[in-house]
């Protein structure tokens, strides 16, 4: 395992009671609240993990839904590495406004195309999944993912070796906390049909853990982490001590 740890912006998007919040909080503490209030502005919270023997710092960042908190938001969308966008299942109109985030995101986070770490949340599957129907969440995924898309042409290879072995690894590494529904995950797809994406559920502990640890292993195929190229010396934490985190170059 590397001594290094590289830090990862994540920022949450997605409208107003869709539970980003919830799944934030149930992802880092573990914990959850029925009554969850709505943020104002943003708020982050941070998790070590371990993605294929590499450690992780994420500052997960969870912004507000509403509209008149946009200028609020909308800085904090530069420098993010990964973006979450979530959606309801219990509110149509959230998945709808998929299209609305995935937009402002590319326009405030300074990216050029849609060639970025997106990930899709379907939170509260643990209620009437039927609302919105799965066939139009993939649509959704492939129609904007065209450039994910041709990152998987060049990394097909890993990525079938991948789809077996590391489902397995991260489901031993959370089992014991979380609850891997690995029927709601036939619906996830891998980079080659576009956005990922994976039903959650934060008040079950449904496929949480493996959301965020996908997340980080789309960064890792698009940025070519795994042949160590292109990796920022200001994103690299070195650890001399377990306690103490110091901004490093481990290459």
């Not at 789309?218 to 377990?242: A, N």
Request: charged share 25%.
């Amino acid at each position: 395992m590397s001594d290094c740890v590289i830090l990862l912006k994540v920022i949450l998007l997605g409208d107003c009671y869709v539970g980003k919040s919830s799944l934030m909080q149930r992802y880092v503490t573990n914990k959850y609240k029925e009554d969850n209030y709505h943020t104002i502005g943003v708020e982050f919270l941070r998790k070590e993990i371990v993605v294929n023997n590499q450690r992780y710092l994420l500052q997960i960042w969870d912004t507000a839904g509403q509209e008149k908190y946009r200028s609020l938001r909308t800085p904090f969308y530069r420098g993010a590495d990964i973006c979450v966008l979530t959606f309801s299942f219990d509110n149509v109109d959230s998945f709808d406004h998929l299209e609305v985030w995935w937009q402002e995101f590319l326009r405030y986070s300074g990216q050029e195309n849609a060639k970025f770490p997106f990930i899709v949340f379907g939170n509260k599957c643990d209620l009437n999944m039927e609302n919105v129907e799965e066939q139009r969440i993939l649509d959704w995924c492939a129609t904007h993912g065209e450039s994910l898309k041709q990152v998987a042409e060049f990394t097909k290879q890993k990525c079938s070796s991948l789809s077996a072995k590391e489902e397995v690894k991260i489901s031993d590494m959370t089992k014991k906390d979380s609850k891997v529904d690995q029927s709601n995950c036939t619906g996830f797809s891998w980079l080659q049909n576009g956005i990922p994406y994976l039903p959650t559920s934060a008040k079950e502990n449904t496929n949480v853990d493996i959301g965020f640890s996908r997340a980080v292993q789309i960064w890792e195929q698009i940025h070519g982490y795994s042949d160590m190229i292109d990796v920022q010396t200001s994103d690299v934490i070195k650890l001399r001590k377990p306690s103490i985190l110091k901004r490093a170059c481990c290459l």
